[in-house]
């Protein structure tokens, strides 16, 4: 029953009728690629502000009780965009996204892993989470398939409600999750002391330090590249209406990287190495053909990606031993952030100059450095 709870937490967090057309909102609003970008970098230092002190306040207080904020606010920052489309509401509402993402991260893994725990399951940690992503990415999918048939009957207005809907839908299931912790009791409840010990974890363990960085740069740049994957499809030549199905197409492969991440868990560190390196190549290939079957190996990057992150994150939860599993998992969440606002950055720098194609190949290159880090053998966990 916990682990359908957390799949249903996933699938209403994604099933978001905006997500497919926001970028189109921005465009009929008027703003540039440029404009566009500087709110991914707004969503971006909003996280990266929010992600540790958020992830030290589910251990002190309660990681249900951010699970369920979160989706809260995220609602109210799709409803401003609805209501009162310019730059200024888009902005607003980004800071209110990211903070729902600073809540959720840290706290939904941390809530995950000690729950499976309790259960004696933790070992099927990996094989739950990449379910659990999948499911995302399935209910992102199905926000894809419902909002053409939405957007043409309501418009924007329409989905906005829908998306809104959702988040409430969201907090509700979180109120049902079981968490089974007296939060803060292994350093007597104080927050302070509980980020001190998530900070000092990550410092002190090597390991666990090497875990922490292979999460960040994994999930981070084909995270954001996938903000402008819409783009890459105009760049084809489609028709405008097909994109939806070409950035269908890359979710399936993501999906389907997360139903073999269990399977991937104990996968050698030249194995993953291969996995990633392969990704960014296929990706580079995909994106520079510009032809719309070029999308098949985007899919099969996305889904060697996803199965990469979820592998990485179920090894840093493996490795985490104090009681401050949520802010070191935010600490990571942290790394995640400040990758993906260079990549951002980047990207809104290139593409005055550069095809979407040519941008995709450059900011993958990185993927050749992150594999020969994760060749390395990890260094063994501490004996507890």
């Known amino acids: 029953m916990f682990v359908a709870k957390l799949y249903a937490y996933a699938f209403v967090g994604e099933f978001i009728l905006l997500y497919p057309v926001y970028t189109l909102l921005f465009i009929d609003t008027g703003l540039s690629v440029a404009e566009t970008s500087s709110l991914f970098v707004i969503w971006s230092v909003t996280g990266m502000v929010l992600e540790v002190p958020s992830g030290a306040w589910a251990d002190a207080v309660s990681r249900r009780l951010l699970l369920c904020l979160g989706p809260l606010l995220a609602g109210a ?72 048939p939405v957007f043409a009957v309501g418009g924007y207005p329409a989905v906005g409600v829908a998306s809104v809907l959702a988040c409430v839908l969201g907090a509700a299931v979180a109120l049902t999750l079981p968490e089974h912790r007296t939060p803060g009791a292994v350093t007597e409840g104080s927050y302070l002391a509980v980020l001190r010990a998530g900070i000092a974890e990550t410092r002190r363990d090597r390991g666990v330090l090497h875990a922490v960085l292979l999460v960040s740069f994994v999930t981070a740049i084909w995270g954001a590249l996938e903000e402008y994957v819409p ?89 985490i031993t104090g009681p401050s599993r949520a802010t070191v998992t935010s600490v990571a969440g942290l790394g995640t952030n400040v990758v993906t606002l260079a990549v951002y950055m980047a990207y809104g720098a290139a593409s005055s100059g550069l095809p979407h194609g040519v941008a995709f190949a450059v900011l993958v290159a990185p993927y050749v450095l992150i594999a020969l880090l994760a060749a390395r053998p990890p260094t063994p966990a501490p004996v507890q």
């Open 231 to 319: 783009y890459l499809g105009v760049e084809t030549g489609v028709a405008k209406a097909a994109i939806p199905l070409l950035v269908l197409v890359v979710w399936i492969g993501a999906t389907a990287g997360g139903l073999l991440a269990g399977r991937a868990q104990g996968m050698s560190a030249r194995a993953y190495a291969l996995t990633i390196g392969g990704a960014a190549l296929a990706m580079a290939a995909g994106a520079v053909s510009g032809h719309p079957a070029g999308f098949a190996l985007i899919a099969v990057a996305f889904g060697a990606f996803q199965l990469a992150g979820v592998v990485a994150d179920a090894r840093l939860q493996e490795r």
């Open 77 to 148: 920052g799709y409803a401003l965009w609805i209501l009162f489309p310019s730059y200024w509401a888009f902005a607003v509402g980004f800071v209110l996204w990211g903070a729902q993402g600073a809540l959720v991260s840290g706290a939904y893994e941390a809530l995950a892993y000690e729950e499976l725990e309790c259960l004696g399951h933790e070992s099927r940690y990996a094989t739950v989470m990449g379910r659990a992503e999948s499911a995302g990415l399935v209910a992102a999918a199905a926000s894809i398939g419902l909002a053409t």
